[in-house]
Every structure is written in C-alpha cells, then in structure tokens.
C-alpha cells in the first residue's frame, strides 16, 4: 500500500470505489497477532496470542472481560483495542443498570456495528485499526462475533484474524463439522491448534505467550492465563501440525 491522492480523508473515494483509510487499518487489523474464537452448541471459545516487544517487557493483554456473560479478544492496534472494549463494558453496564439483566449479544453487536461505521463516514476521524472476536452466551445459545475496521459485523461458527489467520481458517474449516457437539476443553484444544498453525516454524505456544477464555452454559466468562494454560499446551503438545507454518510478517511493536 501507498499514498495516493485518494487516501488523504476517510470520506473521500478513489475511482475504483474504494475508501483507502478503511483498507490501511483492516491491513492493521491483519498484522496484529492472531485470536481464534470458536463455538459449539453450549459454549464459546476465545483463545489469543499475546506479544512483548522484547524480551524485557511483559506480553500484551489481548481479551476483555465485558460481563459475566460475554468477553472479547483483539487483534490489530492496542490503543484502538482498548477503547472499543471499554465502549462495550459501558454499553454492557448501561444495559443492566436499565433492564436489571445482561444484554443480549445481538444489542452488543448492533451497538458495536454503529461505532465503527461512524468512524468511516465523517470527515475528520479515522477508522479504528483494530478487529475484535466477541464470544458470549445469552438466551438464544453461544456467538461468536468478528469485527473489522469496516464496521462489518457477522456472527460465526468459528473464525480467526490477524498475522497468519489464514492457517488458523483452513484448519478451522477442516474440522467445523466436529465443533457443535464438542465439550468446552475440546473447543479449546481446537482452538490451541489452530492457533498454533500462525506461529513460525521457530515458535510455539507457551503459558506465557498464550490467553484462553470460556463461557457458555452454566459458565460465566472466564480468562485463563499463565500456569493455568499450561495443561492445556500439554494436552496439544504430541499433536503435529496441521499445514506448515507460513513465514512470519512485519508488524508495528504498537500492534497486537
């Protein structure tokens, strides 16, 4: 990518209908390091990979606790990360103050949808370069929710973005078929190998570099991190992987 005389505003197209501050930041939605979220018919999967800038810095934190019911990871700019779910805290807040029970995820995803078209439509502001991966249980079962800079917003039975989440989609659909009826510790053995498919061929999961989160039914959000990921990469660790690992890309240290 490259500066044009189209890409001085959000609100102005090129020829070829394209708004080019939108496509910059989903470019720094896709160098952030990668978060899978998967989901069977009772809970909802989220699992992130955290990076330090070196080995003197502690690893970033990538997945947000909302409410008891619902959490999210991020995978893109830090900063624009951290803002977006503190929005979504607030709305998750506002919406039990009111009606004395959690929100529904669909209101989340409306309200979450309305933030970031906002963004891309008027002159003077900037998209927010970062995608997030809700995961949350309500009334109507598990979601599992990805975003982008765009303001698109779907719900899926599993996805992956950021750095290399291309080998975490190919073995994401190569085992879809196995996710509805899977128990939550086999979601997130699922989603660990997945993830593991972005790393280069030098790097592997650790207790450090790695964030697991659960909810579902009967089971409020929950982050795991630390010693408490360990016996989950022990139960991955004979296990070979699935494609070959893709060479590592460039990315920003501000980037996550």
């Known amino acids: 990518m490259f500066r044009n005389q189209y890409d001085s505003d959000v609100t102005v197209w090129s020829p070829q209908g394209r708004l080019h501050q939108v496509d910059y930041a989903v470019e720094a939605m896709k160098q952030g390091s990668a978060t899978v979220g998967i989901r069977s018919n009772t809970h909802a999967v989220l699992v992130a990979l955290k990076r330090a800038a070196n080995e003197l810095c502690s690893h970033q934190k990538k997945i947000y606790e909302l409410d008891r019911h619902v959490g999210v990871s991020i995978a893109g700019l830090l900063s624009d990360g951290r803002i977006l779910a503190r929005f979504l805290q607030t709305e998750c807040s506002s919406w039990r103050w009111d009606y004395k029970e959690s929100v529904p995820i669909q209101v989340l995803n409306n309200r979450m949808q309305l ?142």
């Open 115 to 256: 933030k970031l078209q906002a963004n891309t439509q008027h002159y003077g502001r900037r998209p927010f370069g970062v995608g997030l991966v809700i995961a949350g249980y309500d009334q109507k079962g598990p979601h599992i929710v990805k975003t982008d800079p765009s303001a698109e917003t779907v719900e899926t039975y599993a996805t992956s973005i950021g750095a290399r989440s291309q080998s975490a989609r190919t073995y994401l659909e190569r085992h879809l078929a196995d996710f509805s009826d899977a128990t939550a510790d086999q979601l997130i053995e699922h989603a660990l190998l997945a993830l593991r498919d972005t790393l280069p061929a030098e790097e592997n999961l650790t207790k450090k570099n790695t964030t697991i989160a659960v909810v579902g039914k009967g089971q409020p959000f929950k982050v795991i991190d630390d010693n408490d990921v360990q016996p989950y990469l022990e139960r991955i660790g004979d296990q070979p992987r699935a494609v070959a690992p893709v060479e590592a890309e460039g990315g920003d240290n501000m980037q996550e």
